[in-house]
Nanobody, 120 residues
């Protein structure tokens, strides 16, 4: 089991910056993949950024160059640094942990979500 707690969401003006944090209850060095997803009403949850134990990263085209995902293994925390924010970035952001099981495939854990609103 992995418990995830997001923080750092809020209201920011277009062009501004925000940093989201995701604290995990288990060592993230032992979690196969960590990532950030976002969702708006009526829209399917989409991947924003992900990072592996080997620090390989992946970003959605819409945020590449503006968002940066990073981690601090000692603090069991994953971060999402967002800059040059646009109104289109407004959504509930969810932290995700993907754990690969030896005999049963994989399992996803989710945080409660944190609201990010980009507006003037």
């Amino acid at each position: 089991q992995v418990q995830l707690v997001e923080s750092g969401g809020g209201l920011v003006q277009p062009g501004g910056s925000l940093r989201l944090s995701c604290a995990a209850s288990r060592p993230i060095s032992r979690i196969n993949g960590m990532g950030w997803y976002r969702q708006t009403p009526g829209k399917e949850r989409e991947l924003v950024a992900s990072i592996t134990t080997g620090s390989n990263t992946n970003y959605a085209d819409s945020v590449k160059g503006r968002f940066t995902i990073s981690k601090d293994n000692a603090k069991n925390t994953v971060y999402l640094e967002m800059s040059s924010l646009k109104p289109e970035d407004t959504a509930v952001y969810y932290c995700n942990a993907k754990v690969y099981l030896y005999l049963s495939g994989s399992y996803d854990y989710w945080g409660q979500g944190t609201q990010v609103t980009v507006s003037s």
